[in-house]
């Protein structure tokens, strides 16, 4: 069955940095395009990154664009999440995610607190 296991939360100051990591298992990783999603208290889920399969597109939320970078390894069926200069509001239980066979699948995630 499909698994998505997120890694590299915790506990960083402002301005610090943090690398997620999303290990896929049980579908076609490298015909799927991958997300990172995060929730924070209270809010709503939203889309941070995405990249694409193939062709390794990308495109970011405003809120990150120049301190967030999303990568994948087709060949060890991961994907990355490098996160700079990080603030306070980037605080949230980050989500790894993809669409596959007409279903969403997503990972327990994992918590990112950005905190001084």
């Known amino acids: 069955q499909v698994q998505l296991v997120e890694s590299g939360g915790g506990l960083v100051q402002p301005g610090g940095s943090l690398r997620l990591s999303c290990a896929a298992s049980?579908?076609?990783?490298?015909?799927?395009?991958m997300r990172w999603y995060r929730q924070a208290p209270g809010k709503e889920r939203e889309l941070v990154a995405y990249?694409?399969?193939?062709?390794?597109?990308?495109t970011y939320a405003d809120s990150v664009k120049g301190r967030f970078t999303i990568s994948r390894d087709n060949a060890k069926h991961t994907v990355s999440l490098q996160m700079n200069r990080l603030k306070p509001e980037d605080t949230a239980v980050y989500y790894c995610?993809?669409?596959?066979?007409?279903?969403?699948?997503w990972g327990k995630g994992t918590l990112v607190t950005v905190s001084s």
């Open positions: 990249i694409s399969s193939v062709t390794y597109i990308t």
């Open positions: 049980g579908f076609t990783f490298s015909t799927s395009g």
């Open positions: 995610n993809t669409l596959f066979g007409g279903m969403n699948y």
